[in-house]
C-alpha cells in the first residue's frame, strides 16, 4: 500500500481496510482535530 501528502494532495492507494488503517495511523499522528488542509501543509497541532 503506497500513502503520501504532498502540499497539493493526499494519496492513498489500497484495499479499503489499508486505507482506514492509515487514516487512523494519521489521526493518531496529527490529533483528531486537525483540518486536512494543515496536514497538507505540514503544520502539526
Known sequence: ?????????AHVVGQA???QLII?????EWGPDTKLSEMLAG???
Do not use: E, G, N
Open 24 to 28: 487512523r495511523q494519521w489521526v493518531r
Open 1 to 9: 500500500m503506497k500513502s503520501y501528502l504532498t502540499p497539493q494532495s
Open 43 to 45: 503544520r502539526k497541532a
Open 17 to 19: 481496510r489499508q486505507v
